[in-house]
C-alpha cells in the first residue's frame, strides 16, 4: 500500500505576509544604502606650467571644466570609500599621476596636484568647513614651494606670526583670522618678509592660501575658497 505526503497549499495571507516582509526588507536595505552621506571633493592645479587637469575616481571624472594652474573645481560629490584616483591633461588619456583615495562619508576633501610639471605629485587635505564668527575668516595655509629645504613662516601683516616652520609639502590647521587682514610669508624664523598677501579674506568665509615656487625668492600664493556654496 502507497503512502503520500500532503504538503499544504499557502494560503492567500500567507503569500502575502511573504511579499510583505521581502518588500520590507528590501527596502530597508536600499534604505541603509541611501543613509551613507557622500564624501566631497575639490581639485586644485598647483603646478605652474603645467596643462589644465580632468581628475576622475574610478573612470568617472569629477571637475565639470579643466582646472588651469591657479584654479580649482567646486566640490563634488562622491561616494565614500577607497577609490583609484588619476589627474590626466584635460582631454587626453595621458595620466600623470595615479592613486588611491580613502573617503569617509561626509567629509570634504581637497585634492592639489602638486609637484613639478615634469614630475607630479598630489596632496590631500580634509577640510574644516566651520563657519567661522562674525567678522572672522577662517584660513589654512599649505607650503609647496618645491626646493625649499627648510620651512616658512606665515603671519598677519601688522600683528604676531600664525604659523611657523611649516615645511614644503605640508598643510597647517585651519585658524580663524579677523576679516580683511593681510598676511606675510616669512623664511623660518626671520622677521624679513619675503611677499605679503593683500586683504582679500571676507567674513564668514573659508580659505586656503597656498605657495608654490622653487626658492625663497621665488614664492607665489594662491588663494582658494572653500564654502561649498560658492
Known amino acids: 500500500m502507497k503512502t503520500f505526503k500532503i504538503t499544504p ?7 502575502l505576509f511573504l511579499i510583505f516582509t521581502g518588500a520590507f526588507s528590501s527596502c530597508s536595505n536600499n534604505n541603509d544604502a541611501n543613509s551613507v552621506p557622500p564624501a566631497h571633493i575639490m581639485v586644485v592645479n598647483t603646478v ?26 567646486a566640490y563634488a560629490a562622491a561616494i565614500a570609500g577607497t577609490d583609484n584616483a588619476q589627474f590626466f591633461n584635460s582631454g587626453t588619456k595621458t595620466v600623470n599621476t595615479s592613486f588611491s583615495l580613502i ?41 609647496f614651494n618645491t626646493d625649499v629645504s627648510s620651512g616658512v613662516d606665515f603671519g598677519v601683516v601688522g600683528s604676531s606670526k600664525i604659523v611657523t616652520n611649516l615645511v614644503s609639502g605640508t598643510a597647517s590647521a585651519f585658524y ?27 567674513s564668514g568665509m573659508i580659505y586656503t592660501i597656498y605657495i608654490t615656487g622653487s626658492s ?3 614664492i607665489n600664493y594662491n588663494i582658494v575658497v572653500h564654502n561649498p556654496q560658492q
Do not use: H
Not at 497549499?9 to 503569500?15: F, N, Q
Not at 614630475?119 to 567678522?135: K, R
Open 9 to 15: 497549499r499557502p494560503t492567500l495571507i500567507t503569500l
Open 216 to 218: 625663497l625668492s621665488d
Open 103 to 143: 573617503l569617509e562619508p561626509a567629509n570634504y576633501y581637497t585634492v592639489y596636484y602638486t609637484g613639478k610639471n615634469t614630475t607630479s605629485t598630489t596632496y590631500t587635505t580634509v577640510d574644516n568647513l566651520s563657519i567661522p564668527p562674525a567678522n572672522y575668516a577662517s584660513v589654512q595655509f599649505i607650503n
Open 48 to 73: 605652474k606650467g603645467s596643462a589644465a587637469q580632468d581628475f576622475y575616481l574610478n573612470n568617472n571624472k569629477i571637475n565639470s571644466s579643466p582646472v588651469a594652474y591657479g584654479q580649482y573645481s
Open 176 to 202: 580663524g583670522v579677523a576679516a580683511n587682514s593681510s598676511f606675510a610669508v616669512y623664511a623660518a624664523g626671520s622677521l624679513t618678509a619675503k611677499i605679503t598677501i593683500p586683504a582679500t579674506l571676507q
